[in-house]
């Protein structure tokens, strides 16, 4: 006898999309992400800038799987560098289904925020609006601001959310499935993000850096891993290099007797070993790259276009 699958069955509908987050630096992009996969995947930093890659989470809620973009900020380029995450975060915004814009509350809309209303106006996605730290701000300006904003863009709904506190979260999250079209699933449903092991493991590091070095090193670093060795004993040897443009960075890295590095070297050794499972055997370099900046191949490793000019 053969069973005959419930007449609804191929009917169950999946559905599945891109999701870039756009924002000025520092409105809380990776804040969202996390908060919305619920585990770390991207690095949140108290200072602007420093994602520098294009960086996905994935979400399964409702029948549906949404793969966030978290784009960098997009700000006026000034650098190579900083030229690079802008033009990564605008093809974000195209390759997208569904541009989510984000507004930090307690800012408002300034003059780089209405730069990125204005331009947002112009990519032909649907979108969301999304009001981010209603934790910090009264109420009356919470109206006003969100009034304001869909003045200056359409969109197809508004979110009063705070990322941190986690509020407003979950309807945003269900609001996306809804939004993102109909079709099947891009990605294994036990997959948190696609961003590869050494990569994320080069980001770790990257942290660490800036979690202790945010005074005296601002931007001008850059971790590559170079090797990843699974040993049979299932631990992992590592090996990452970290680029500075200066040898005054390099001993400002290295720190005195090796302390700085040392201690760096400890932080991230232990949460790679947390997201892998296994030991971590974890060995970094310093090395001084004069104007990595305008280096194409660390472009690339950063999962970014090099801008020609
Ligand atoms: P990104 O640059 O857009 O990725 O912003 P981050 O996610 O790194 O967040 C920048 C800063 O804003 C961090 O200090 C976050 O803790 C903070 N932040 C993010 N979301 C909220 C929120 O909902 N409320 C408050 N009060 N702070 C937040
Ligand atoms: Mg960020």
Not at 113 to 121: D, G, Q, Y
Not at 182 to 203: C, I, K, N, T, V
Not at 251 to 273: F, H, N, P
């Amino acid at each position: 006898m053969t069973v005959e699958p419930p007449a609804d069955a191929a009917m169950a509908v999946t559905r599945c999309g891109f999701v870039a987050l756009i924002g000025a630096p520092n409105v809380g992009k990776s804040t969202l992400v996390n908060a919305l996969v619920g585990s770390k995947v991207t690095i949140v930093s108290r200072k602007v800038q420093t994602t520098r890659a294009l960086i996905r989470g994935i979400v399964i809620e409702d029948n549906a799987q949404i793969i966030l973009v978290d784009t960098p900020g997009i700000f006026a380029p000034k650098r190579r560098l900083d030229r690079a995450m802008v033009l990564t975060a605008w093809s974000g915004a195209h390759d997208a289904d569904l541009v989510c814009v984000l507004l930090d509350a307690k800012v408002g809309i300034d003059a780089e925020a209405e730069t990125i209303l204005t331009t947002v106006a112009n990519v032909q996605h649907k979108k969301v609006l999304v009001l981010n730290k209603i934790d910090a701000v009264p109420r009356e300006k919470l109206l006003a601001l969100a009034k304001m904003a869909n003045e200056r863009l359409a969109v197809e709904e508004t979110f009063m959310i705070s990322a941190l506190s986690g509020d407003g979260v979950d309807d945003l999250r269900h609001a996306l499935a809804r939004l993102v079209p109909s079709g099947p699933f891009h990605y294994p449903e036990d997959q948190m993000s696609d961003a590869p092991l050494r990569h994320l493991a080069a980001e770790i590091t990257r942290e660490k850096i800036f979690r202790q070095l945010h005074q005296e090193l601002p931007y001008q670093s850059t971790v590559e891993t170079d090797s990843w060795t699974e040993r049979n004993d299932k631990s992992v040897r590592i090996e990452q290099t970290i680029f500075v443009e200066r040898e005054s960075q390099r001993k400002i890295v290295l720190g005195k007797g090796g302390a700085t590095i040392k201690s760096i070297g400890a932080e991230s050794r232990k949460e790679i070993a947390d997201i892998v499972g296994f030991p971590v055997h974890l060995f970094l370099f310093v090395k001084v790259r004069e104007n990595w900046g305008d280096d194409p191949d660390r472009y690339k490793e950063m999962g970014l276009e090099f801008p020609r000019e």
